[in-house]
């Protein structure tokens, strides 16, 4: 729907249902491999959706000739869904790295993932969950 609402070229938006579709294939497959792997590949799927849709919403947001209430909203959904692309990767880091991805604190769940990315994102800090140097920890220097 981003892609529709962001008049996405059509092959652009043929490739985002091929990748849907294999998602979707590899959520079923999650049931029957390991939790690791599944996780880490249905993360890096989910990321790299996210990843694109903003780059869309943001080109579409450019052509644009006056500021108003839907380039600020288009904004606005670009931002999230890059906190989300970077949750994403992390959650396929920690999935993938051989320790915990938040150190002494164990994985987390997703919310925990959203709220570490969020606040590297506004670079607020990450002393939260991120005590030992992990990549966890190293990761979001590449976000600079």
Not at 48 to 74: C, E, N
Request: proline share 4%; glycine share 10%; charged share 10%.
């Amino acid at each position: 729907m981003t892609l529709q609402a962001s008049q996405a070229h059509y092959c652009l938006r043929q490739v985002t249902g091929a990748v849907l579709v294999v998602t979707a294939i590899a959520a079923i497959l999650n049931l029957f491999i390991s939790r690791d792997v599944a996780g880490g590949v249905m993360a890096v799927i989910s990321g790299l959706l996210y990843v694109v849709a903003p780059v869309i919403i943001v080109r579409r947001l450019m052509k644009r000739r006056t500021v108003d209430t839907q380039t600020l909203l288009g904004a606005i959904a670009a931002y999230l869904m890059v906190g989300m692309g970077f949750a994403f990767a992390y959650q396929a880091l920690g999935a993938w790295q051989a320790g915990p991805f938040f150190g002494s604190q164990g994985e987390g769940p997703f919310p925990q993932y959203l709220f570490f990315s969020f606040t590297t994102l506004t670079t607020t800090g990450t002393a939260t969950w991120s005590r030992t140097p992990t990549r966890g920890r190293r990761s979001p220097s590449w976000r600079c």
